[in-house]
């Protein structure tokens, strides 16, 4: 019996690794049943491919988010609501239940493991709801349409979802099941706008304002529609975005649009007494609400350009207290994305309260406010600015080998700027007195630095590099560029607009750049002008306007009216660089500006690309 058990064995175990074998290469996900029901439980099957992060995880974790029937924007982040469940481990499966309510139009979903993801490359899987008689529910159609449209479920998902084409194909197919559905044509307002100036259509923008008119007039009280109807008549209609604007603080008197509006006339003035004295009036109004934060920001700023450091450290201290007793977050928010939300807001009260602290003598205080803000997960230019202050501190307080390392380190691990550099000299000879080693370590950090900054670098590389779409733009000088026709070069895309402020400091370094590259024939850099706000000859003569007054020289493209090269290229927020290889691939996608080492970044990210073309 014994004998002829082995050989049995021995099968069983060849059959099972000729499984292993024949794994999918992408993963895969079933939903049970096929067509899922609101209110009903439905089981997501998961089944990681070779290519999956996951695949050879102990655990796994479903993240769904919920997206309302017929959202706008602000609905999914306010009404979206987000569940991270854990999985059970059947086979090579894992399998988990949801349980969708009546106001789910569809559900978004990406699985987890700690810092592992698998996102299906950056697409996720989408769930649609379907009713009894197995026809998609009411607004499931246009929820998706949203999902692919909008772009805040990319945000809260940490997915690159944006695709028009999708977007449009689920809206046709809403109107087509439900041509009743008249909150669908209103959330598609962005949608089917971008798409009628793109053609030219004021027959559909005409369309598209009667049936926002029509909308608020049958639903006066509809808060969400409101916002988007201001949205497009500020656009078109400026006195229509009045009226609109009015019957939204009567709903909302304290909506972020009023106080938006409120802080950005404020910001106008020049006199910082009477501007500080303005914003303080204000603090009743933002009080509770979402504009709480960026009011305090302002404040932080002329209190500080005031030097009122007893009244920093009251509003700071009260500001802090408010984030960890009731930190921003909707039930559409991860836990990492409330945390993320929570730290970036800590960083403008605890920078705000070290330095007043450290100026009323109070330095230990001031040291804890420097400590908390060091385990913030801050941006590369926010911890250079908080690194500048801190070495300066230790100076202050004659801290020299303290001062010295920190420095040093700083720039060792590439959180560079030319005070840190000044700061370690100073610090380093009022340790030692010797000017030349002091030299000599700096010249060895740098290196350091270098070799820091391309591993980080190398980490960021997209792989596999996805292919850049093509297209073709006016550049703002004449002529135009299509990208097709640059292959075998690099090429760099740097999307901005006038009003951008990290754009603005950004770019006297993109001058720079551009200065010692302009001769070399296997590079290419552009400036592609996007979200701009004006269209067609007013565009062109400010776009102008701004670089000759700034003298800058670097090429610009202009983004059409839609801003469609910056959705093909599923740019979220401007600055962002895209680097794309001679093999017509994008190697790189960096956003936002990140301090002096701008120029020496760009070589490194070139100098990657070029090795993975081989001479």
Not at 353 to 377: P, T, V, W
Not at 453 to 473: D, I, S
Not at 571 to 597: A, L, M, N, W
Request: hydrophobic content about 35%; overall charge positive; some cysteine.
């Amino acid at each position: 019996m014994v004998k002829l058990l082995i050989p049995l064995l021995i099968s069983v175990f060849i059959f099972l690794l000729g499984c292993e074998k024949e794994l999918p290469e992408y993963s895969q996900v079933q939903i049970i049943p096929e067509k899922p029901q609101q209110t009903k439980i439905l089981t997501i099957s998961y089944s990681p491919g070779k290519n999956s992060p996951l695949a050879k995880e102990d655990s796994v974790t479903l993240q769904a988010l919920f997206v309302p029937r017929n959202p706008t924007s602000r609905e999914i982040l306010e009404k979206g609501r987000l569940v991270e469940t854990p999985m059970q481990h059947r086979g090579r499966d894992w399998s988990a239940k949801l349980k969708p309510d009546s106001s789910t139009g569809c559900i978004v979903m990406v699985f987890r493991s700690g810092r592992k993801f698998d996102n299906n490359n950056g697409q996720g899987w989408d769930v649609l709801l379907f009713n009894s008689q197995g026809k998609p529910v009411k607004g499931a159609y246009s929820a998706l349409s949203q999902v692919w449209g909008d772009g805040m479920v990319s945000f809260l998902m940490d997915l690159k979802k944006f695709n028009k084409d999708s977007a449009l194909q689920y809206y046709s197919r809403e109107i087509k099941l439900y041509p009743e559905n008249w909150r669908a044509r209103v959330v598609s307002t962005n949608l089917r706008y971008g798409l009628a100036l793109k053609n030219n259509d004021q027959e559909e923008i005409g369309k598209i304002s009667q049936d926002l008119d029509e909308y608020v007039a049958k639903h006066p009280h509809d808060i969400h529609i409101l916002e988007l109807a201001y949205v497009f008549f500020y656009r078109t209609n400026p006195k229509k975005a009045e009226k609109v604007l009015k019957q939204i603080a009567k709903l909302s008197p304290k909506h972020r649009y009023l106080i938006s509006n409120k802080i950005k006339k404020i910001n106008k003035i020049q006199n910082i007494e009477e501007r500080l004295q303005r914003l303080s009036q204000l603090e009743k109004e933002v009080e509770g609400t979402d504009s709480y934060f960026n009011w305090a920001d302002y404040m932080f700023k002329d209190l500080t350009a005031l030097q009122r450091w007893e009244s920093i450290i009251q509003l700071g201290q009260k500001v802090v207290q408010k984030l960890e007793e009731n930190p921003p977050s909707y039930p559409s928010y991860s836990r990492k994305k409330r945390e993320k939300q929570k730290q970036s807001k800590l960083y403008a009260p605890l920078r705000a309260m070290a330095i007043a602290y450290h100026k009323l003598g109070q330095d230990n205080k001031a040291e804890k406010c420097f400590q908390r803000l060091n385990q913030l997960s801050l941006y590369s230019h926010q911890r250079t600015a908080f690194l500048e202050e801190y070495i300066q501190f230790l100076i202050d307080r004659g801290e020299w080998e303290k001062a010295s390392e920190t420095a040093l380190h700083a720039i060792r691990t590439a959180n560079y700027s030319r005070k840190i550099e000044d700061l370690f000299r100073i610090a380093y000879q009022k340790k030692t007195g010797d000017k030349n080693s002091a030299e000599e370590l700096l010249k060895k950090a740098k290196e350091e630095s270098g070799i820091f900054r391309k591993q980080e670098f190398a980490r960021t590389m997209l792989t596999p590099p996805p292919p850049a779409p093509n297209f073709t733009l006016n550049r703002l000088d004449g002529g135009k560029v299509t990208l097709a026709d640059l292959r075998g070069k690099i090429v760099i895309l740097d999307f901005w607009a006038t009003w951008c402020a990290p754009c603005k400091a950004s770019f006297p370094y993109l001058q720079k750049f551009w200065e010692d590259n302009r001769d070399n024939p296997n590079l290419v850099l552009f400036a592609v002008n996007t979200k701009e706000g004006v269209t067609g000859k007013k565009r062109v003569e400010k776009v102008k306007k701004y670089m000759q007054k700034y003298g800058f020289s670097f090429p610009v493209l202009l983004d059409d009216a839609e801003n469609s090269v910056m959705k093909l290229f599923e740019v979220g927020s401007i600055p962002t660089k895209v680097f794309i290889g001679p093999d017509g691939k994008i190697y790189f996608k960096e956003v936002g500006f990140h301090g002096p080492t701008m120029v020496e970044d760009m070589n490194i990210q070139i100098e990657l690309i070029k090795e993975q073309f081989p001479s």
